[in-house]
């Protein structure tokens, strides 16, 4: 059976934010996880600042699942030091699909809902597929990568953000794109330890296509 990914997350520090960056914050959310679905109802905010996007791809849920963290990281101000985010990606099949992400249901769904009842201070992304084995394995691994990217600044966060959005770009397009150079692009990726995240994520994918 076909294996799908749930994300399912909600913004740190949200209530601090001023009623007009709160609405501004949300709307562009909601059009950035639009975008990155198949079709719009793929993707949902609720509650005011939860969320969920359903992929039929996992390499490319494990890629949103970092990116989100990027998204709000690379917003965070002096004013708002912890705007961040918390998600839980659930691998598994499908029930059914509703006419939105929020209406469908299966394991999927199950998992990501349940597991991120269940992150504790300062883990920002559990990835839980409910085969025993992997999720030890995926445990550990989830360990140093969420040490890492909480060490993430908002200018770290921001050029892997673009990295990730266009994986094809070279690190002197990136800066073009930025405003900056190409080494001060080199020297943000090098001190978020980016190599090691990427070949993390991509072995995680591997992990999960194969389960």
Not at 70 to 80: I, R
Not at 84 to 105: M, N, Q, Y
Not at 113 to 131: C, H, S, V, W, Y
Not at 140 to 145: A, H, Q
Request: aromatic share 10%; net charge negative.
């Amino acid at each position: 059976m076909k294996k799908y990914g749930v994300i399912t997350g909600d913004i740190i520090d949200f209530t601090s934010l001023d009623n007009e960056r709160r609405e501004e914050l949300i709307g562009d959310t909601d059009d950035n996880i639009k975008d990155w679905v198949k079709q719009p109802e793929d993707a949902a905010i609720f509650r005011g600042d939860s969320f969920q996007l359903l992929f039929d791809d996992l390499y490319l849920a494990v890629v949103r699942s970092v990116q989100l963290i990027c998204w709000f990281k690379k917003q965070a101000t002096n004013d708002y030091p912890n705007l961040s985010t918390r998600i839980s990606l659930g691998i598994g099949e499908l029930a059914f699909k509703g006419k939105t992400v929020l209406d469908s249901d299966g394991e999927a769904f199950h998992l990501s809902g349940r597991n991120f009842d269940a992150l504790e201070a300062g883990e920002l992304l559990r990835i839980t597929t409910g085969k025993i084995d992997l999720d030890e394995q995926l445990t550990v691994l989830m360990l140093f990568m969420n040490v890492i990217m909480n060490e993430w600044t908002p200018s770290q966060a921001e050029v892997i953000y673009w990295v990730l959005e266009d994986q094809n770009a070279t690190q002197k397009k990136l800066g073009g794109k930025l405003n900056i150079s190409q080494s001060n692009i080199a020297r943000r990726l090098k001190l978020a330890h980016w190599k090691e995240m990427e070949r993390a994520m991509n072995f995680i994918a591997m992990q999960l296509q194969k389960a």
